[in-house]
Every structure is written in structure tokens, then in C-alpha cells.
């Protein structure tokens, strides 16, 4: 009998030897590979910065994220006389695309006086690094660029206000725990915590068994960002009364309205200098297709409705290089880029009183 507990109790701790083994392995796979650096996709209807470069005034600046330099760009009109007022809007930018991915945006307040400074994450783009590391790292790029700007003798003389979207929503939020002189907060599609997103996006592709998972990422976490691990947006902004517009999409299946999103977070927001904007309207109410207008959301669409049916064309060989080429070199980016002015106009409001 003391033989067969004795082979129980060793089979037990084996099998949880192998199930904590499996978990932590799939774990530290899914974050490389979700974190992996990051290049600029060449093929989108997006118009970057090349598009707008006689229109715009750029200075490249560098600054430290921990062991790395990251890329930052300060924006501003190309005209002397442009600059009409003392705003700087700080943008952080969502996962898997960099500030330029937002160029027709980030114009339409430059071309209203304001001035912009943007950086790409650690590992993304022309920024330093062999991986982004997880989800508290755009916190951690900002608080970075934030330093930056306020030892900058130039920068430092602006009234700094922080916008981003998605991944950069987290950011421009949940780094209001460091105290920085923040005038002005806009967040665009943010989730409030790494842990609960994570576990969402998890759920969705392995469902229940999901749940397994969870100390896993949790532990991983930990030993990659410390005690910085699960900072929640809503606890920084609650932590300070800096103003803070929250915008969401109705429609948003990434980060749900209604579950993971901050704005699904209102009664666990107590500073009373919050606000809040959703977009319900059809073909902009998700993600991020509200950056644009209907009009270059509609044409978006078509564009991906007719590649894909390029796709189908070529099968399994894949569409050729000279074949891709042509196809987004005939995309007309004056249409396909046109900026939100309700949005745009909601935002600067609220960042002008």
C-alpha cells in the first residue's frame, strides 16, 4: 500500500512538473512571438510620412527606454507662422504599426497649430531593441519620452498632452502613475490591463482552457517588468485629476467595448475630470477604421475586397512581388487617407480649453 501512494504521489507531482513545464513554455513562445520586432508593412493603403514630407517639419531626436534608443520625431508646419499655439501633443502608437500608420491624423492637428512629438516602442521600427517584451512597455516608452521632453530645452517649453491609440491608450493612461506635468489626456481604443487583455485574446483562441494559462502569463510578466507588471489604467487615472477623454468604437472587437476597453471601466473611474465619447456610426466604429472618414472607409474596404480576390487569382504561389507592387502603387492615398474631422474636431476642443 505505501509502495503504490508512494508511485501515486511521485506520478501526481511528475504530471504537475510536465503541465507547469508545457504552460510555461507555451507562454514564453506566444510573448516572442507577439513581441517580436517590428517593421513597417510596405503594403497599405496608409499614407506615411513620405506622402506629407513638403507639407511637414521634422526633427529626429533620440532618447534611452532602459538599454535602448528609441526613434523620436518632433512635428510641426512647415511654416514659420504654423505653430499657433503652445500645445504638444506627445502620440503613442497601437501594436503592430508605428506613429507614421497615424501620419493623416497626427497632420490634421499639426495643420491646426499644434505640434506633435511621436516615437516608435522599443524594437519597433527604427527604435533599438530585439523585442518589445510585453505589454507594459509602451507605460514604460512613454515615461521614457516624457523624461526626454522635460529635460528638452525646446520641448519642455510646450504644454504636453498625450494621445494614443490602443496599445498607446494603455500607455498615455496608465503613465500618469509617474506625475508628470500632463495637461491633457486623450485615449483612443485603450483596455485598462495587460493581464485582462491578454487573458481575453487568449479566450479567444483557446476558450475556456484559457483560464490554465493565467499564472503563466501572470508569472511571465513579472519577471519581465517587476512591480510594473499589471499597472491598470483606471487606477492612474485615478491616482491623479488630470482631464482624460476616453473614446471607443461601438463596434470594436479587438478590445470590447463593453468587456476589456476602458471606457467599459466607468464605474471604476472616480477622478471626476473624465469624459467619454463613443463612435457608433457604420464602417467607423471599430478599432481604428474611425481615424478616417466614411468615405476612406468605404474605399479601404474596397481595397481588401480586391486584393483579397487577387489573392484567390495566384492561390497557394502567392500574389508576385511586381503584381503587389502595382496594385498599391495605384491606390489613391488622397482618398484612402482622409481624417475623421468630427473626431479630430472632439479632440482638439477638449485639448485647446
Known amino acids: 500500500m505505501e509502495k503504490i501512494l ?109 505640434s506633435v512629438f511621436a516615437y516608435d516602442y522599443t524594437a519597433y521600427n527604427n527604435s533599438k531593441g530585439y523585442s518589445a517584451k510585453g505589454l507594459p512597455q509602451s507605460m514604460l516608452d512613454l515615461n521614457c519620452a516624457l523624461d526626454f521632453i522635460e529635460k528638452d530645452k525646446e520641448l519642455s517649453k510646450y504644454e504636453i498632452c498625450l494621445l494614443g491609440h490602443s496599445w498607446g491608450a494603455y500607455a498615455s493612461t496608465a503613465v ?96 471626476p475630470n473624465v469624459s467619454y465619447y463613443t463612435i457608433n456610426k457604420e464602417k467607423i466604429d471599430n478599432h481604428n477604421s474611425y481615424i478616417n472618414n466614411v468615405e476612406a472607409a468605404t474605399y479601404i474596404e474596397e481595397i481588401v475586397a480586391d486584393f483579397k480576390e487577387l489573392e484567390k487569382q495566384y492561390g497557394k504561389e502567392g500574389v508576385p512581388k511586381d503584381v503587389k507592387d502595382k496594385f498599391f502603387e495605384d491606390i489613391d492615398r488622397n482618398k484612402s487617407n482622409q481624417a475623421n474631422v468630427e473626431l479630430c474636431q472632439r479632440i482638439y476642443d477638449f485639448i485647446i480649453v
Open 176 to 271: 500618469l502613475k509617474f506625475k508628470h506635468n500632463i495637461s491633457k489626456v486623450v485615449a483612443m481604443s485603450g483596455f485598462d490591463s495587460p493581464l485582462e487583455i491578454s487573458m481575453s485574446t487568449a479566450s479567444k483562441l483557446l476558450g475556456t482552457q484559457s483560464a490554465l494559462l493565467k499564472p503563466f502569463v501572470k508569472a511571465e510578466n513579472k519577471r519581465i517588468f517587476g512591480k510594473q507588471a499589471n499597472v491598470k489604467a483606471t487606477d492612474s487615472i485615478n491616482s491623479s485629476e488630470v482631464p482624460v477623454l476616453i473614446i471607443h468604437g461601438a463596434g470594436d472587437k479587438f478590445i470590447e467595448y463593453d468587456k476589456t476597453a476602458l471606457i467599459a471601466k466607468k464605474d471604476e473611474i472616480t477622478n
Open 6 to 114: 508512494t508511485i501515486l504521489i511521485v506520478s501526481i507531482i511528475l504530471i504537475a512538473l510536465i503541465a507547469f513545464t508545457a504552460g510555461l513554455t507555451v507562454v514564453k513562445v506566444v510573448f516572442k512571438k507577439t513581441f517580436a520586432s517590428f517593421k513597417y508593412d510596405p503594403y497599405v493603403a496608409i499614407a506615411r510620412y513620405d506622402f506629407y514630407e513638403n507639407e511637414l517639419h521634422r526633427e529626429l531626436v533620440n532618447f534611452e527606454s532602459g538599454k535602448n534608443i528609441l526613434q523620436g520625431y518632433f512635428y510641426k508646419g512647415k511654416n514659420k507662422d504654423s505653430v499657433t499655439n503652445n500645445k504638444l501633443i506627445v502620440f503613442s502608437h497601437g501594436i503592430w504599426s508605428g506613429h507614421e500608420d497615424y501620419m493623416t491624423l497626427l497632420k490634421w492637428f499639426i495643420d491646426h497649430g499644434m
